[in-house]
């Protein structure tokens, strides 16, 4: 105990780290009868970490060109030791990532936490959420399979879709006009270096937002907030989320052994499109809702008028701690809380339905 | 003037020795459509009759390629005045008689130089062929009943052969030659059952034309040709069959039934096989009990029924091997393993137990068995990837299980932790 003693009077005499240690100890969690949605954000960052952590050993065995990518994906899943166990974890818990980034957002917009002052934490929890789908998207198309290959071309072909610089973005994404070897080069480009690169910045702003802000105890719960003993983050929360992530864990144990990750055959880029492409589950919303549409809609073509809406939608959910003006004084809009409802069961019920077939 | 008529008669011949190009108002040159005054006047004509050859012009390949109406009518389209343009002392010959028409279209498809116009390697010996044909032979005796040139390829809106709107194409000729050949009354004539096209379409021919839409599966002509259309006589069948099933008919020529079929005048292929209602083969055919194919020449105790004892035991045990392995690898892969390499041997003994089948037609149980136990090595390798795959399967979860064990401890350990510290 004295080498760590003397190590930490080292490090502290250096770096005077004795206020960041009375902060964590002095800090405190309020408890109140929705205090369990405080987890959702750690339960996103221990998959973040597994993500991390798996996509490293990948990286290792991984080729990035579509001559080798299906190989090498093919040798790390048959021939490595535990390869089958690292690439099964890093695509599970790609999508419970999500899953869990959603959970997050919807129960901190529902309870309404992102009401001044922590708009900046709801923005960068936003650009989080987007960069989580688009690590969804370029990772979809690394294993170059026939179903990855024709979902990014289907995905892709969207962007063009876009007024004015359509063109220039489709021909950015794809590296060419068409998904080729570029492309696979171009994503994996995005997947490790890019992505990781903004994801951690803006992860590491968004922790520190937390970290100084606190908490946020939603509206009318403030009085069962004050009346209960607040949890002392470190170590009593912390030892809580620990139990949360050990769960977590289980769960992607369960799901890598017992559902391991298909792999599918091989990208035939002069192939016909098979039946039934779909994109990555949480796409499903939006691309059952574009195929929904009519080709035309008052002379405008269907799936622009489409991802207009959803742009629009986008930015109105982006900007709710402006647009809910009663939020900034602790009375937040009825309207905006019936909209989340409506966009949390919109979504719900699309991907179910999706999932079930209902849209064939 | 007679020196003239001379000069003129003379300067035709030596054209027509040259192989000179016809009339540019008869035949322009290829790629020019070929609208003239007969188009334009029959295209306004009021009984359907005459409007409906020129309306079918703007599809005809003939027109397409600068053949005019009186390319084939004669005649003088550049006159307006029908009395001009339709004019028998012009060449007018207007609608040909069905025996007439083999030879009118021979005219030009005849003429190896000048269809060279169109294309290098364009067949010319269709008419030549026809003559041959139970149709031409027929049409020569005065049968007005029997096809034509028209009667498959249409008179006017004549397609190309590889247009697959055109009558002959591969998935339409079967119902071309059935509008007559399905007809059992006309057929009755002719002493032909007139079954033969629905017979043909419980075929697997027919089933990988129209299913897998696979062209180069045969068609009536392909085994009777088509404008030399004649029934293949019994020592040309396995020629015909074999032209496509090469192996079979190797095999089959090795076998003691090549000989004995021939001392019988019996059919090769057909013998077993049927002819128009080919199904797929099945193993059980082999035997020489009822319904057994091999017992319709041989019974019971017989070196045949000893053969056919001993082929389908060896086809038997390598089938049961090969389903049982197949599934298997299914199994071993819906539960989530990569059996690639399963999938090849397991491919191997599909491709070895296919050579087995074609080995019957030796009918020798020795080379049969040979394939078979090729069949057996390679399925015993898939079992054997198969068996790997199961252990590792068992080991994957009896790891998860512990796995999940040192979880929940920790979880409970930290929940009696947080318990003990907030009490």
């Known amino acids: 105990m004295r080498i760590f003693d003397r190590l930490w009077q080292a490090l502290d005499g250096r770096l005077e780290l004795a206020p960041l240690v009375d902060f964590a100890t002095h ?39 579509s001559e080798a990518a299906f190989e090498s994906v093919q040798f790390i899943v048959t021939r490595v030791p535990f390869g089958w166990l690292i690439r099964s974890v890093h695509s599970w818990s790609a999508n419970l990532m999500v899953l869990a980034a959603f959970a997050h957002m919807f129960s901190v917009y529902l309870l309404g936490s992102y009401a001044k002052p922590r708009e900046l934490t709801w923005w960068s929890g936003f650009a989080l959420l987007v960069l989580a789908m688009g690590f969804g998207f370029s990772g979809y198309l690394l294993p170059w399979n026939e179903l990855a290959f024709f979902a990014t071309r289907v995905g892709t072909d969207m962007v063009s879709k876009v007024p004015l610089i359509g063109g220039w973005l489709l021909k950015f994404l794809r590296g060419g006009e068409e998904v080729t070897g570029a492309t696979l080069t171009r994503f994996f480009g995005f997947h490790v270096a890019v992505l990781p690169m903004i994801t951690t910045t803006l992860l590491a702003t968004h922790l520190a937002f937390i970290q100084r802000q606190g908490m946020h105890v939603p509206e009318g719960l403030e009085e069962e907030a004050a009346t209960r003993r607040p949890l002392r983050f470190a170590p009593n929360f912390m030892m809580r989320e620990g139990v949360v992530w050990l769960a977590g864990l289980a769960a992607l144990a369960a799901l890598a052994a017992f559902f391991p990750w298909e792999l599918g055959s091989k990208a035939d880029p002069f192939a016909s499109a098979p039946a039934g492409i779909k994109p990555e589950w949480y796409f499903l919303f939006m691309f059952e809702a574009l195929k929904l549409l009519p080709a035309h809609v008052l002379g405008i073509e269907g799936e622009l008028v489409g991802l207009g809406a959803f742009s629009l939608a986008g930015l109105v959910w982006f900007l709710v701690p402006v647009l809910d003006r009663g939020s900034r004084i602790g009375h937040r809009s009825r309207a905006f809380l019936a909209l989340g409802w409506l966009a949390l069961a919109y979504i719900v019920v699309f991907t179910l339905a999706s999932m079930a077939g209902a849209f064939k | ?145 029997v096809a034509i040139c028209s009667s498959c390829h249409g008179a006017h809106g004549v397609l190309a052969v590889n247009d697959a709107r055109s009558t002959v194409y591969p998935t339409r000729i079967v119902d071309t030659c059935g509008r007559c050949h399905g007809d059992a009354v006309l057929m009755g004539h002719y002493g032909i059952k007139g079954n033969e096209i629905a017979e043909y379409k419980q075929s697997a021919h027919y089933a990988a034309l129209v299913t897998k839409n696979d062209l180069s599966a045969p068609t009536c002509k392909s085994c009777h040709g088509a404008h030399g259309a004649t029934p293949p006589g019994v020592s040309s069948v396995s020629n015909i069959c074999g032209t496509c099933h090469v192996t079979q008919r190797e095999r089959f020529d ?97 491709q070895a137990f296919i050579m087995a089948q074609v080995e019957i037609h030796t009918v020798n149980p020795s080379r049969v068995e040979e394939k078979t136990k090729a069949v057996l090595a390679s399925t015993g390798a898939a079992e054997r990837l198969a068996a790997s795959a199961e252990t590792e399967i068992r080991y994957r979860r009896t790891g998860l299980f512990v796995s999940l064990v040192v979880i929940a401890l920790a979880m409970v350990t930290l929940i009696f932790k947080i318990r003990g510290m907030e009490r």
């Open chain 2, 1 to 145: 003037m007679r020196n003239h008529s001379f000069l003129a008669l003379v300067l035709a011949l030596a054209a027509t020795v040259a192989g000179a190009a016809p009339p540019p108002n008869l035949v322009r040159p290829p790629g020019t459509h070929a609208e003239d005054t007969c188009t334009a006047c029959h295209m306004a004509l009021d009984d359907a009759r005459l409007r409906t050859p020129a309306k079918l012009t703007d599809n005809d390949i003939h027109h397409a390629q600068g053949v005019t109406c009186a390319g084939c009518h004669g005649g003088d389209p550049t006159s307006e005045d029908a009395a001009v343009a339709m004019n028998t002392a012009k060449g007018f010959k207007g609608k040909f008689s069905h025996q007439a028409i083999p030879e009118m279209c021979g005219s030009c498809h005849s003429d190896a130089s000048f269809m060279l116009r169109y294309a290098p390697n364009v067949p010319t010996d269709q008419l030549a062929q026809y003559r041959t044909s139970k149709h031409g032979q027929a049409l020569a005796k005065g049968d007005t009943n």
């Open chain 2, 254 to 350: 090795l076998s003691p039934h090549k000989d004995a079929f021939a001392a019988l005048s019996q059919p090769a292929c057909e013998s077993c096989h049927s002819n128009h209602a080919i199904v797929h083969p099945q193993d059980s055919w082999i035997g020489v009990g009822k319904d057994q194919t091999c017992g319709s020449c041989h019974s019971a105790g017989d070196s045949g029924a000893t053969a056919a004892t001993a082929i389908l035991a060896a086809l038997s045990g390598a089938s049961k091997g090969l389903g049982g392995t197949q599934q298997r690898v299914d199994r071993v892969q819906l539960a989530g393993m990569l059996m690639d390499e399963a999938e090849v041997k397991l491919e191997d003994a599909h």
């Open chain 1, 27 to 65: 800090k405190v969690v309020p408890q109140h009868r929705h205090s369990w949605a405080y987890y959702f954000g750690g339960l996103t960052l221990f998959f973040f970490i597994v993500q991390v952590a798996t996509g490293i050993l990948l990286l290792l065995y991984y080729r990035p060109t």
